[in-house]
């Protein structure tokens, strides 16, 4: 099937909007956000620093990701200083961004880096694509950022400006629609400059092509172009896939302080939040009652507990609506996978899951109120 056959369009709108890159560019020149990962006239970034820097943008807002990059960056400069990272300095440096197993899976492709690579990135789209945690948009990115290699980064920004800009209606639930949008921008990529073109196209889907509300045609540089503009059919599009509804899980969060510190435990090593620490998080809505029991089976006494109120934390296909407690004990030496955590421990090494941040003052509350008691 033809690439205007799989993205459902005439195939003149295709061949007539693929000289566009210029307009493209030349917005981008004047508009580009200044961003520590970006080159400037005396700095370009290194492929380690754009991989680091699209595995964060993956996770949030580019505002966002400027002090996590930077703190990471500074952290880790290099590589081998990524390779050689402990799990939890990973997971702490990552404290907040969500999706733990990228920073992982980050940890992982750089130790084959070090093997099988000589700590270098390689500047080959096919070898990044193997490395753990590495998919097609983020290869490309680096592939063309880093390297100058002429590919695509198609990413939902990407995705977003091109079905709106041919007017297309395929459906992105589709991997073969996916893989198609990557081709016309592959297309329509100058072979001089494929890094900025990727990260043009990207800056107008994140600044001007909106994903939630109106798209700012008016300061567009495809405005005359653009199917979706002219049509109006924009908010139609792009056509995503549909989302699964969200299963609700009710839990009890217990945060159990003693002189020790913080009652914590290790989530197991696969599925949500996989191995990081966690306070008490139970099934269900438990009474304070049904908590001093569960104290009591771990060893401790519960002694006075305060009601935190609800909070509701909402994964992508998960949702959590909790309701949290702060309670007392004397210390006691609890079983596996339960261990104590203190104030310091808390700040330096370890990353509570965003998860918990409602309860996040709490926690420390608790813990000023232990080192001042103790
Ligand atoms: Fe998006 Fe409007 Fe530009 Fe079309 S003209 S690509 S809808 S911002």
């Given at each position: 099937m033809e690439l205007h056959e799989r993205l459902q369009i005439n195939k003149s709108t295709l061949t007539e909007r693929e000289p566009l890159a210029a307009s493209l560019l030349e917005w981008y020149d004047q508009n580009k956000r200044e961003m520590p990962w970006r080159a400037t006239k005396d700095n370009r970034p290194t492929p380690y620093q754009v991989w680091v820097s699209e595995i964060m943008l993956q996770q949030t807002r580019v505002e966002a990701v400027r002090e996590y990059y930077k703190r990471f960056i500074s952290a880790l400069p290099d590589v081998a200083a990524l390779a050689a990272a402990p799990e939890d300095q990973l997971l702490k440096l990552w404290e907040g961004l969500g999706y733990y197993s990228r920073v992982r899976n980050m940890g992982k492709a750089a130790r084959v880096v070090m093997e099988e690579y000589g700590g270098e990135l390689p500047a080959d789209w096919n070898q990044l694509l193997k490395l753990p945690g590495i998919g097609v948009y983020t290869a490309?990115?680096?592939?063309?950022?880093?390297?100058?290699?002429?590919?695509?980064?198609?990413?939902?920004?990407?995705?977003?400006?091109?079905?709106r800009l041919l007017g297309s209606f395929a459906g992105l639930g589709d991997a073969k629609v996916k893989a198609?949008?990557?081709?016309?921008?592959?297309?329509?990529?100058?072979?001089?400059?494929?890094?900025?073109?990727?990260?043009?196209?990207?800056?107008?889907?994140?600044?001007?092509?909106?994903?939630?509300?109106?798209?700012?045609?008016?300061?567009?540089p495809w405005q005359k172009?653009?199917?979706?503009?002219?049509?109006?059919?924009?908010?139609?599009?792009?056509?995503?896939?549909?989302?699964?509804?969200?299963?609700?899980?009710?839990?009890?969060?217990?945060?159990?302080?003693?002189?020790?510190?913080?009652?914590l435990s290790r989530r197991p090593a696969k599925g949500l939040l996989a191995g990081l620490p966690e306070p008490l998080n139970l099934e269900g809505s438990r009474s304070p009652v049904e908590l001093s029991e569960l104290v009591e089976e771990l060893g401790g006494q519960l002694g006075q507990v305060e009601e935190l109120g609800k909070a509701v934390h909402i994964f992508s296909h998960i949702e959590w609506q909790m309701e949290g407690y702060a309670g007392w004990t004397s210390s006691f030496l609890p079983p596996e996978p339960y261990f104590w955590a203190e104030a310091q421990q808390l700040r330096r090494e370890l990353a509570i899951p965003s998860a918990f941040k409602a309860y996040r003052e709490a926690i420390w509350q608790l813990l000023e109120e232990e080192s001042v008691s103790s």
């Open positions: 490309g990115a680096i592939a063309s950022i880093a390297f100058g290699i002429p590919v695509p980064a198609p990413d939902g920004n990407v995705f977003r400006v091109l079905s198609a949008f990557g081709e016309v921008a592959a297309r329509m990529m100058p072979p001089n400059r494929p890094g900025d073109f990727n990260q043009s196209l990207m800056e107008l889907g994140a600044t001007v092509c909106l994903p939630n509300g109106a798209p700012l045609c008016d300061r567009c172009a653009c199917i979706a503009c002219r049509e109006e059919s924009w908010p139609r599009l792009p056509v995503l896939p549909q989302k699964k509804p969200r299963r609700v899980e009710e839990r009890t969060i217990l945060l159990l302080a003693s002189e020790k510190g913080l009652l």
